[in-house]
């Protein structure tokens, strides 16, 4: 007797479909709409039947897993934009789901005082949709009911929502620009008897970036025999990562883009296996806790960094963060982006482009 051909295309969307749906609390998984989603995948992903034996199976699904997992990913991923803003369903659902996600954000502002109501939407709720996981719930009020009820969620929660992947003089090319503009200023600064020289890592993260400009900053003055006041300000919105800042202990991965004879200017092995900045460095960093939304901003700044922070925000909230750069940098001040960010044609008309490539822009000139 022969097999029924067996399209695996069905199985392998599934498993997509369902591995994908949990860390989506935003979109409805209801059996009737998982149906359609799944409908609207095979209607876009040309069949495979096969007619075999099951050990056999196993294999041929296997290899077109691989072989053709990029387009049944990018079909799920459409379905579910098309499935969950119409869906079969009453929609009041959906209404109710977006009510419920605010009520979470005004929560964690009111508790917390950390304002993600600006941020944008979809990268929070994949954030948030780990701790939802791991907490196992599969709606935002249910979360809520957890953060009121066990307050320590909150740092978990910052954990995931403040993600800080960084490393010394990440994007080598970048830091290269940055060299040159830093040995520029400090030369002129340094002829004109200047009363300081002022940097900004306005997202500090875990420190990597500020300690890094310091490191630099370092190097530049003993090259070119110079001595004058020199401020590097570090803020971020995280108190958690700004606590591992002022411990300035690093795995030996964070430093891989820093040459050997840096590692043993600079650092000092820890007893743990990590890696330790010292004392002179520390000092060079001046870390604070500040909102980039809510609070103001550093002034007569010389150079502002903002790197991989303007993805998180909607186009209205970046351009009243451009504007506070602008405000807070002097007069040919840099402000440096990150490689992934654009400036906005409009944002132009103030800043002037110094190293497209490496995203670095300079201040025109002040408003009238």
Not at 21 to 34: E, F, G, T
Not at 164 to 179: G, H, I, L, T
Not at 216 to 228: G, R, T, W
Request: proline residues 4%; contains cysteine.
């Amino acid at each position: 007797m022969i097999d029924k051909p067996k399209n695996i295309i069905e199985d392998i969307a599934l498993d997509f479909i369902s591995n994908t749906l949990p860390r989506r609390p935003d979109v409805c998984s209801c059996p009737k709409c998982k149906n359609d989603i799944l409908a609207y995948v095979l209607s876009r992903v040309p069949a495979k039947y096969v007619t075999t034996e099951m050990g056999a199976l196993h294999t041929i699904i296997d290899q077109t897993r691989i072989e053709r997992a990029a387009e049944i990913g990018r079909a799920v991923l459409s379905a579910i934009s098309v499935i969950s803003k119409n869906p079969r369903h009453n929609t009041n659902i959906e209404e109710d789901r977006k009510q419920s996600f605010q009520i979470l954000l005004d929560k964690i502002f009111q508790d917390r005082g950390m304002d993600f109501r600006h941020y944008h939407q979809e990268i929070l709720k994949r954030r948030l949709s780990i701790r939802m996981n791991i907490n196992r719930v599969s709606n935002f009020s249910e979360y809520l009911r957890i953060l009121i009820n066990n307050p320590q969620e909150y740092d978990r929660l910052f954990e995931v929502f403040c993600i800080n992947v960084s490393e010394f003089f990440r994007d080598p090319d970048v830091w290269e620009s940055v060299r040159r503009i830093l040995t520029d200023l400090i030369r002129e600064k340094n002829e004109k008897n200047a009363v300081r020289l002022v940097i900004w890592s306005s997202a500090a993260a875990s420190g990597e970036e500020p300690y890094s400009i310091a490191i630099l900053v370092k190097e530049i003055l003993k090259a070119e025999k110079a001595n004058f006041p020199i401020e590097i300000h570090a803020t971020d919105i995280d108190e958690k990562a700004l606590r591992a800042c002022r411990k300035a202990e690093y795995p030996k991965t964070a430093l891989k883009n820093l040459k050997e004879d840096l590692v043993k200017e600079y650092f000092s092995q820890t007893f743990s296996g990590g890696w330790k900045l010292k004392p002179e460095i520390q000092a060079m960093v001046r870390f604070k806790s500040l909102d980039l939304i809510t609070q103001e901003y550093i002034a007569n700044t010389d150079m502002v960094f903002c790197r991989n922070v303007f993805i998180y925000f909607t186009r209205s909230l970046q351009d009243q963060l451009l504007m506070k750069f602008y405000k807070s940098l002097n007069v040919g001040g840099y402000f440096i982006m990150g490689k992934t960010e654009t400036m906005w044609q409009e944002a132009k008309q103030i800043f002037e482009e110094v190293d497209l490539s490496a995203h670095i822009y300079r201040k025109k000139k002040d408003t009238p």
